[in-house]
């Protein structure tokens, strides 16, 4: 993906406010072809409320959103011809069976061939393990088993947009795993577009983040370049010996802006903050490489997603790249 | 969309887009599951058990004038009831229990949605509370008198019956589109249906708006449309017909333009 690929999803300014409540402050987003687009945020904070206006189900109270270059509201039912979508809680109806319901789901955008049409089912009952009970009505079905089906119902028409609203919130560890691996698999043909509460899901698979909080954005950008610029480069060193000259002459060059301490196993161990990593990584090490002082561990501190979601969720901080 | 190229994709355009789908989803809820042969049960058992009471328990068979405004006041009243209870979830449960929201994420129209629930209901209900029960008192009375009804305006009658069937539907489900629980859907429609006759009696001007005297009589006069039609009587107001058949389709009306404006 680079900054040439076209953009699927487009919104500016776009707000809903319920009676007194604002449930979205004018959020400017940009999900470009192919990507895999975590929508990130605690509870209330606006996600399923955005992926309800992007399908139509609401109205906006003010500004717009294109998907496909399509206005939301205005050509509502040619934007969901090309979606897939599995709601949050996904309701489906009891009376049909899994197969049934990928019928019902599969006859929404294709008329023909029946063949190909059963083929299809068959391999999204397949791909989500309900091939054994294809034919059991739905309301005998776990938590998981509709998950699993909403998982399914969203692909059977092969979109170029799949909006997941927190796809892995039923399943057991397998089941997020294999959800996962769906996702990356399908990024290739299709642009995916998922709220989730599970952090390190987002880290695995996504190539972008946004993090939404009381209905506004708060970050948003490459996952790289979001952890990367949660609190500057710092590296994490561990080392013994004479540690306070050391530490004087680190603190000397011009590219260390702060050095916190703190003990590990009996060693000091520094968190170094700079201000010019390329520097940095060249001259650090060098400096510490002597007969006064023993260095036991020398790494770049490697940021969590989470981190950052607890930053800037927490700290009120706003990232944008 | 990658890969489905081998698929021919969906002709419907404009507000009919996705009502095939729908419609066939919803036919089969009425029958490919039991709900068909309950309400067959229900109806075909209830109104032949009463026709065949008053046909059979005494010597004295009653004319088979009788027993066609018999057979239209238990066609015309006790399904009506049904109706309002079967209605008052369509709209109502499929928004609560979040599968309107799911259905309405995949290409189908808003019209398309609701059409479906009239359209399958509307023969649902033909079927099971007016074919069948018709046909039953059909054979019962044959049987009884001897004396077949004459079938082009048996037909009309039973089109009378279901026009007020009919009514009740779409105001039902009009209802279902304004309200979020069941409690105000089914009290208006049956408080309606039930209060009809007093709410005439009160002001008379509202027989000419209210579907009672399309198969109920009022008190002992014999002027309601399809006990007149079955046995020959001009004794009665066409107009009634045009007026309920409007208000039912001004109801779906009403009920289109609200549910596009609901919000998920």
New interface residues.
Partial sequence: MNLSTPYVIETHALSKTYKNIQALRSLDLKVRQNSIFGFLGPNGAGKTTTIKLLLGLIRSSAGSATVFGMDTVKQSVEIRARIGYLPQEPHFYEYMTARQTLRFVASCFFEGPKKAIEERIDEMLEMVDLTSKANRPIMTFSGGERQRLGIAQAQVNYPDLLILDEPAASLDPLGRRDVLEVMSRLRKYTTIFYSTHILDDVQKVSDTVVILDKGALVAQGPIEELLASSEGVVYIIHLRGEVEAARKQVLAQPWVSGIIDGQHNGDSAWQVSVSDPQVAEVQLLKLLVNDSVVVTEFRRKQYELEDVFMQVIEGGSNVRK | ????S??????ERGWR??L??ML??EL??WWK?RMWWVQCLIWGGLIGFLLSAVLFSTSDTPPSEEVAVLFLIFAGLFPSVGVVIIMQGVVVGEKK???A??A??????RPAFLLSKVIANGLGVLGTMVILPGVIAYILNLLATGTPWNLPRFLAALSVVFLSHFFFLSLTLMLGTFFSGRGPVIGIALALLFLQQNLIGWFPVLGTVLPWKLVLPLGEQLDAVAPSLLVGSHNYSSLLIVVIALESLLFIGVGLWRFSRE??
Avoid: D, H
Wanted: charged content about 15%; proline content about 3%.
């Fill in positions: 969309m990658s890969g489905n081998a698929f021919q994709l969906v002709s887009r996705g095939g789908s066939k989803s089969s809820r599951t229990s979040g599968t929201a799911w309405l994420s995949k290409p189908i129209t919000e998920f």
